[in-house]
């Protein structure tokens, strides 16, 4: 059996993860630094939607957001966590750009992060194997650090 731990797997699995760490870092520091927002009067039809999304103050959120998951990937803090918050943002972008306005370059965007982030999804996805549980009782934060194993 393959363990994701071991040569060259664990090398491969490194760098997608520095890969979407600089991906997500570069997205959201374009905006914490510059202060850049791209025209969305040239984005077709997710143009107004992401323009609402700025209006309210969602958009700078998800960037300020982008940067701290990126780090997080890129220093390996809370890997698992990261990928799971990362998975909804790219839910969002690969919806918008493979159905809502799939020109070539959103449709390429749109395929990368589903397979990097399900990729790397899979990569850490034996730290997922309790949210697997048919039936579940309550289990408060501080007693499940107590049962912890490691």
Known sequence: MIKANES???YLVMWLRYYYAFHYLKSGLYFVIFNYVP?????GPVG????EMHNVGFYPFVKYLEVVLGAMLLFN????LAL???????????????FVSPHPRQAF???QELLINGSLLLAYGGYYVDY????AEPLFLWEGFKNRKG
């Open 8 to 10: 060259p797997w664990k």
């Open 39 to 43: 025209d969305f009067s040239k984005a």
């Open 48 to 51: 107004p939607y992401l323009t």
């Open 77 to 80: 803090w809370f890997v698992p």
């Open 84 to 98: 799971i918050v990362m998975a909804g943002i790219t839910v969002q972008i690969s919806y918008l750009n493979l």
């Open 109 to 111: 965007t749109g395929t």
């Open 132 to 135: 697997l549980r048919k039936k």
